[in-house]
Nanobody, 124 residues
Framework: QVQLVESGGGLVQAGGSLRLSCAASGRTFSNYAMGWFRQGPGKEREFVGRISWSGLSTVYADSVKSRFTISRDNAKNTVYLQMNCPKPGETRVYFC?????????????????WGQGTQVTVSS
């Protein structure tokens, strides 16, 4: 059974930077696309971006494009979300997710297993 554990959340000033990590176990990590999502109180979960299983392709939500970067280290079974210049309105719980299929790269609605999330608070 896959297990995803996020870390690195906390308080960050608007305009600063923060890197989130997500450690995966239970699957051959290098064969699965990974995604990042976020959710605020009373709001639906929102797609942030994803990285393909190969690491060669990334896709981002328009709202974070050019500020956030997703990368992966297959040797460490870890995917990262580098948040540069976060905005106060981006205070959310951030989740990582893993694709259900081997060597598939799903769209935002195609991820099926999630971590517990890590809180990011952006101060103005």
């Amino acid at each position: 059974q896959v297990q995803l554990v996020e870390s690195g959340g906390g308080l960050v000033q608007a305009g600063g930077s923060l890197r989130l990590s997500c450690a995966a176990s239970g699957r051959t990590f290098s064969n699965y696309a990974m995604g990042w999502f976020r959710q605020g109180p009373g709001k639906e979960r929102e797609f942030v971006g994803r990285i393909s299983w190969s690491g060669l392709s990334t896709v981002y939500a328009d709202s974070v494009k050019s500020r956030f970067t997703i990368s992966r280290d297959n040797a460490k079974n870890t995917v990262y979300l580098q948040m540069n210049c976060p905005k106060p309105g981006e205070t959310r719980v951030y989740f990582c997710a893993i694709a259900p299929g081997l060597r598939q790269t799903p769209g935002p609605n195609g991820f099926d297993s999630w971590g517990q999330g890590t809180q990011v608070t952006v101060s103005s």
